[in-house]
């Protein structure tokens, strides 16, 4: 089973750009999906975007469409959310997230329950 280690967060104005990024320890990294979800303060954990085994399809969020990249690179065990033109309403603590289970039909690899390896998350803050 991975481990899962988030990093790149940070305090940012609107309009800037992160790039976060989860390394995972343990072998078979190739063989999970891999997946991004916040929690901003009073709010509950909601996807951001995900990505399936060596990248074959990515699924963001509405909100993010356009502005942030999902992407992985097996070779370094490490997958990466690029988040662009930052808004004050992406501030949250991102988390990366983690399984192997094949899934099939409407919203898979999107709901947090589909996800069994957490890491201990970033916080992302962007000022206005």
């Known amino acids: 089973q991975v481990q899962l280690v988030e990093s790149g967060g940070g305090l940012v104005q609107a309009g800037d750009s992160l790039r976060l990024s989860c390394a995972a320890s343990?072998?078979?990294?190739?063989?999970?999906?891999m997946a991004w979800f916040r929690q901003a303060p009073g709010k509950e954990r909601e996807f951001v975007a995900s990505?399936?085994?060596?990248?074959?399809?990515?699924y963001y969020t509405d909100s993010v469409k356009g502005r942030f990249t999902i992407s992985r690179d097996d070779a370094k065990n490490t997958v990466y959310l690029q988040m662009n033109n930052l808004l004050p309403e992406d501030t949250a603590v991102y988390y990366c997230?983690?399984?192997?289970?094949?899934?099939?039909?409407?919203?898979?690899?999107?709901?947090?329950?589909?996800?069994?390896?957490w890491g201990q998350g970033t916080q992302v803050t962007v000022s206005s």
């Open positions: 997230a983690a399984d192997s289970r094949y899934c099939a039909g409407s919203g898979c690899y999107t709901r947090s329950y589909d996800y069994r390896i």
């Open positions: 343990g072998r078979s990294f190739s063989r999970y999906v």
């Open positions: 990505i399936t085994w060596s990248g074959g399809s990515t």
